[in-house]
Structure formats: C-alpha cells, structure tokens
C-alpha cells in the first residue's frame, strides 16, 4: 500500500509539472499581449518597454518558466496583472463557493445517475430502460446554459421557488446544483446501468437468491456495493471538472467561484490568475483520482495492489 501511494504521489508530481509547463508555453505563444492590456491603447512604446522589462515577459521562455517554478515551488502563484493582488487570496476567496457548488453537484449526480442506472439494470430491455437511457443520453448531450436558462425560468421565473441567481443560502445552490447534477448524472447512469447488469450476472448474486433472500436485499447488501465501484474513480475525475470547468454554469447564475475567475482572467489576458486556476484544477483532478484509488482498494479487496 506504502508503495503504491509513493508510486502514484511521484506520477501526480509529475503530471503537475507537465501541466504546468505546457499551460505556460501555450500562455506564452498566446497572440494577445497582457502588457498591452495593462498600459492600455494609449500607451507609448517606451511605457509598453518599461511594463515588459517589470513583469519579466521581455526575458526568454526558459528563464520565465524556471522563475516562475521556483516560485510555484516556495507557495507562490503570483500577482495579478490587473487586478494587483496575489493569485493565491483571489484563488482563496472563491475557493470555498466552487466548492460548495462541487458538493451539490456530485451529491445531486449521484443521486440521479445510480437511481436510473439501477432502476434501467432491474428493468434491462423493458420501456422503462430505454426511456431512462434515452433521458441520460439528452442529459449528457444538453448544452449547460440551455439547461440552466431553462431551470431559471421554470424554477425562478414561473414558480418562483428559487432566486434567479446570487449565492449565500442553500436555496441559490439548489438551481446550479441541480443543473451540473443533470448534465453529469447521463455518465453516471450509463455506467451503472452496465456496473449492475454484470453484477446481476455473478454466482454470488445467485447464491444469495437461492438462501431465499428477498430481491430488495440482495440488491442493496450484495449488488450495490459492487456495482458502485466505477461510480468512485468517476467521482475522483468530476473533482477537477468542478473545479475549473463550469464557467457557463457558475455566469448563468452568477456563482462567484474560480470558474468565473478564469474566464474573467482569460478575457483580460491576465496569465498569472489563469496558471493559478489550471493549477488548482489540476491538483484537484490528481488529489480527487488518487483519494478514489486509494478509497477502492479499500472498498474491494479483490484489488491486488502490484
């Protein structure tokens, strides 16, 4: 087990190292100039110079990424272009809103995905089952601010069961959550449908059968806790998308996490908040796989660590 985590720790190091170089080659190769967007239109040329040499983007590449590593390496993330603060307060303040959206989101996923992946597995190749696939399959394909515009003006607008948007109450998380929780729940769904059915399958499940217990039992003690296990590594991968992949969910309802950070960095060019950002998403992918590995080999000791 020692083995397997320094193993896995070593690989994540690496990955991030990776990601974090190949973000800043990008942002370097990048057409738009974020000196221009500090000095302005206006600006003269000697003041564009000067605003370069300062920021250290007049250097060579090697030299800023290995500068900026070691700072990355000392806790350091930067300052802002723009907004002259550092990238690791902004990243903190909204650091705990894209969490909480995270939370609701993966609790409602879940809820909806192994409900119907369940339910299609019991009632495989009935009406039943094609219609919940068919409903995971326009849940995976749904645009994300069709389907929150949509949730908005039936929820918000016409019932007025829920504020059109802000954050601060559980009410104004139910809406997003809700919303992420559709469009992820099609993964989750499809994947147990499949889990179950090869469950269903197993001589353990017949066995159980057999003693006389009741379907309902053999079903919750014996199917799902082993159909489930897809499900874990699933949640690991969703950690990262939260994190740094609704955009569009977090300006529909105007929820103020490190999503909507990044797309207001992107718009300005500012690099530093935008390698903050890839950076925090990164390590919540790698964190949230690894925490999912380890949580298996838990979960099913049939799994040899090697």
Not at 9 to 14: A, F, G, M
Not at 162 to 175: D, E
Not at 221 to 238: E, K, T, W, Y
Request: proline letters at 4%; one cysteine or more; hydrophobic letters at 55%.
């Amino acid at each position: 087990m020692l083995a397997f985590i320094t193993k896995r720790l070593i690989q994540s190091c690496l990955i991030l190292l990776g990601v974090s170089f190949i973000t800043f080659a990008l942002l370097y190769l990048f057409p738009a100039d974020p000196v221009r967007q500090i000095a302005g239109r206006s600006a003269t040329p000697e003041t564009v110079a000067n605003i370069r040499a300062q920021l250290g983007l007049d250097q060579p590449f090697i030299i800023q990424y290995a500068r900026y590593l070691g700072n990355l390496l000392q806790g350091d993330l930067g300052r802002s272009y723009l907004q002259k603060t550092e990238v690791s307060t902004l990243i903190a303040a909204r650091l705990p809103a894209s969490l909480l959206l995270m939370l609701g989101a993966i609790v409602c996923e879940l809820i909806l995905g192994i409900t119907m992946g369940v339910v299609a597995a019991m009632r495989r190749g009935t009406a039943t089952d094609n219609t919940l696939m068919m409903a995971s399959f326009i849940g995976v394909s749904a645009p994300q601010f069709v389907v929150g515009l949509l949730m908005l003006y039936v929820f918000a607008v016409q019932l007025h069961w829920f504020p059109i948007g802000g954050y601060g109450t559980f009410a104004h998380l139910v809406l997003p959550s809700i919303t992420l929780g559709i469009l992820g729940s099609g993964w989750y769904s499809r994947m147990m449908r499949s889990s179950m059915i090869d469950v269903l399958r197993q001589d353990f499940i017949r066995t159980a059968r057999a003693k006389g217990l009741s379907r309902i039992r053999v079903l919750m003690r014996h199917a799902l806790p082993n159909a489930v296990l897809p499900i874990i590594a699933m949640i690991g991968i969703d950690v990262g998308i939260f994190m740094g992949g609704i955009v569009v969910v977090e300006s529909v309802f105007g929820w103020p996490g490190i999503g909507q950070l990044a797309w207001q960095a992107i718009q300005r060019v500012d690099i530093p908040i935008i390698m903050g950002v890839t950076l925090v998403s990164a390590c919540a992918i790698v964190i949230g796989n690894l925490v999912a590995d380890i949580a298996s080999l838990f979960a099913d000791p049939r799994i040899k660590v090697r």
